[in-house]
């Protein structure tokens, strides 16, 4: 397998132009990953933290890790409704991202992010979970899917429309199943700044890139970055992007999670790009899902189909 089956490669040069709805130049996605991290496993073997760790020593499974486990759960306790309360605040909507075990332990961040009509996209079952765990294994994979759909379903009273897998991190059936199970995107590649279309055995499926780069794991629990190297580096970003919509369109989607970019320093930096961006002619704020939408009835006249392939064909 040298590459994916899945999607073509079109460089941008080979592309018509892409021209959003309403005149809009730059579409900007700002990104709340709610998560939640069970404190332990029944085996000896290190479970997978679903993220940078505070405290970088590792403990068995089967122990405790109290400093990693509640420096995440400051998240789930301060740092989300912080997060909120600056969206709120710039009127700027948002979307989140939930793991099953998020919409049932911690339900009251669900509820807040509902009641406000932002965008909920699935996002695995447990962040120590992940999808790349199944790989050669797709009836448990299914299943995992179809138990987050289910517990979606119990809170929120609707399907998820969208995936974002734990970590970024998903398998060769991945896409196949999301459309088999009902599913009209997902947004885990980090590959392109535009939307494009997926292959799948069950039909296509819209694929809207995320970016690790732009992203508080990378500026601050990676980067140790003060807030203004945080700001300059999307600020930056934003600059390039919106400098080249202004022929075809492009995506600029910034990851946040609770526990990094709720904290108050990170949070300076949020406040500031978002004064900094949000009054900036030809910016939009969309739901994915509007972007599925509009880009599932408009692709063909971005990136035309592959004459060698179907929409609906896919490996096994």
Not at 162 to 169: D, M, N
């Amino acid at each position: 397998m040298l590459s994916p089956d899945h999607y073509d490669y079109v460089p941008m040069p080979d592309r018509a132009p892409l021209k959003w709805p309403g005149g809009y130049r730059i579409a900007v996605i700002f990104t709340i990953n709610c998560e939640f991290w069970p404190m332990t496993w029944d085996k000896k073997e290190p479970m997978y933290p679903g993220g940078p760790a505070s405290i970088p020593h590792v403990l068995p499974g089967d122990v405790p890790d109290y400093a990693n486990w509640t420096w995440r759960e400051y998240g789930h306790r301060v740092g989300v409704w912080r997060l909120f309360e600056e969206f709120d605040r710039s009127g700027v909507p948002t979307a989140c991202t939930i793991n099953a075990l998020t919409a049932l332990e911690r339900t009251p961040i669900v509820e807040a992010a509902n009641e406000r009509g932002w965008e909920i996209i699935a996002h695995n079952w447990s962040q120590t979970d992940i999808m790349s765990s199944y790989s050669g294994k797709p009836d448990e994979e299914r299943e995992v899917i179809q138990r987050v759909v289910d517990a979606y379903e119990s809170v929120l009273g609707r399907r998820p429309r969208g995936w974002l897998s734990s970590s970024l991190r998903s398998t060769h059936e991945t896409p196949h199943l999301l459309k088999e199970l009902g599913f009209d995107f997902m947004a885990c590649y980090l590959n392109d700044d535009q939307p494009y279309m997926m292959r799948t055995r069950h039909g296509p499926l819209v694929q809207i890139p995320y970016s690790n780069d732009i992203n508080d794991f990378a500026v601050f629990s990676r980067g140790a970055m003060a807030a203004s190297g945080a700001f300059e580096r999307f600020r930056d970003e934003f600059d390039i992007l919106y400098e080249e919509s202004e022929t075809s369109g492009r995506i600029m989607n910034i990851g946040l999670h609770p526990h990094v970019m709720g904290r108050g320093y990170a949070v300076k930096a949020l406040r500031e790009f978002i004064a900094y961006v949000k009054d900036i002619d030809g910016v939009w704020f969309p739901k994915r899902e509007e972007i599925s939408d509009w880009y599932a009835e408009n692709h063909a006249s971005h990136i035309a189909p592959n004459d060698n392939s179907s929409e609906n064909s896919g490996s096994d």
